[in-house]
């Protein structure tokens, strides 16, 4: 009998060489990817859904300023999907190079430090209290949007909220959920949620804002037209003598549905609707130039007097 540490001709087998070694980088880059990719996505996902549901709260209190609603403009879901696609390609586009620069500045400090940042940021993970309760703050801060909505806060107020909320609402469950990796997972993914939400109100905030300057100024900001605002103004003729209605004057088109066109005029701030079939529009213009300290309201002011 052979031992079988040796070959049959008694010369004991070469060991493995670095070259003839079994190799699988193969399989461990797959499953560094799939394991970047599934965190990466336990983040941008839940960020992107809660942003757009949002966001479409946001679009519905931008045409309540003018008293209609979107449905009467024309926009439903799936005109307000195609709309709200946009504004979330260019945050994506805005994020990457934020969230590349944020890491490179994470990889410079370590290396300027020699370690220290990296072993530091590795002892605090280590800390399941710490990291809930800087979850827990950041969570608290994201309903910074929602009570702007119904009331003013100032710094200090808000900074107020935020500890006393992300302390007696997030820091126990979220300790709580650090004791297992399925919790640790579904904490990441509650924390991404919140801050799409706390994002979508600071900009529903924004986008009011800038409904009210439209109906006040008649020209709307750069984020309206990102989120599909459309600044388009006619002037109105009349379908059967083409005779130019309304003295004349620029009215700004909101959207149109079941053969009506929903219009608003800034000169007397009315939003009034028209029969497609007795309404030709003429001289269309987007975005128009207004001159310095334009306000709408003129003739309104005017009857008033």
Known sequence: MHSPSTSLLGVPPE????????EQPEQEDGGGVLTVLERIGAVVVPVGVALYAVLYLGIEQVYWVFGINPQQAGIDQSVLLGR??????????ALIPAIGVLVGLGWLIDRITRGAAGRLLGRLRERPWIVAALAALWSG???W??????????????VAVAVGLGVLAFLVPFRLLRRKPVGRAGMTVLVAALTGLGLGFVLIL????GAIEVQETGQANDLLGYVGFQDQWAVLRDAATDKPLYDGRWMMLLG????????YDCDKQETFRRSMSTTNLGNL????????????????????G
């Open 15 to 22: 060991p493995p060489t670095p070259d003839t070694a079994p």
């Open 84 to 93: 709200l696609m946009g504004t979330l390609i260019l945050l994506l586009l």
């Open 141 to 143: 801060a994201t309903y």
């Open 145 to 158: 949007g929602l009570f702007n909505l119904v009331a003013d806060l100032t710094l200090g107020l808000m």
């Open 206 to 209: 924004s986008l009011v804002k």
């Open 256 to 263: 149109e549905k079941e053969n009506t066109y929903v219009f």
């Open 285 to 304: 213009q987007l975005d128009p130039d207004r001159e310095p300290g334009f306000r709408c309201g003129t003739l309104a002011e005017e009857t008033t």
